[in-house]
């Protein structure tokens, strides 16, 4: 199975820095995305930001210019810098991967970091 562990969440104040990571481990031959959704409170979970094999990337427009997705492939790790944080921001934040194991493609979640932005 692949497993996917993120890191990196906590308290920040408004416009504040938070650095997400999340790895990728288990019987994993290729990762074809790597993304990173959020759920705040009541609220349904949401597409935050994504980047593909081919590093093209796809941001929600609430967070275009403020947030940075990158990954090392080398490491199957994905990371989330998020930068000018808003009370808003606060969610829990979920990786998410759809992977190539070998007995087939599956999509799998992390267990989600918690990011709190307030004052």
């Known amino acids: 199975q692949v497993q996917l562990v993120e890191s990196g969440g906590g308290l920040v104040q408004p416009g504040g820095s938070l650095r997400l990571s999340c790895a990728a481990s288990g019987n994993i031959v290729s990762i074809s995305s790597m993304a990173w959704y959020r759920q705040a409170l009541g609220k349904q979970r949401e597409l935050v930001t994504i980047?593909?094999?081919?590093?093209?990337?796809n941001y929600a427009d609430s967070v275009k210019g403020r947030f940075t997705i990158s990954r090392d492939n080398a490491k199957n790790t994905v990371y989330l810098q998020m930068d000018s944080l808003k009370p808003e921001d606060t969610a829990v934040y979920y990786c998410n991967a759809w992977v190539l194991t070998p007995t087939g493609n599956g999509n799998f979640w992390g267990q989600g970091t918690q990011v709190t932005v307030s004052s």
């Open positions: 980047i593909n094999s081919g590093d093209n990337i």
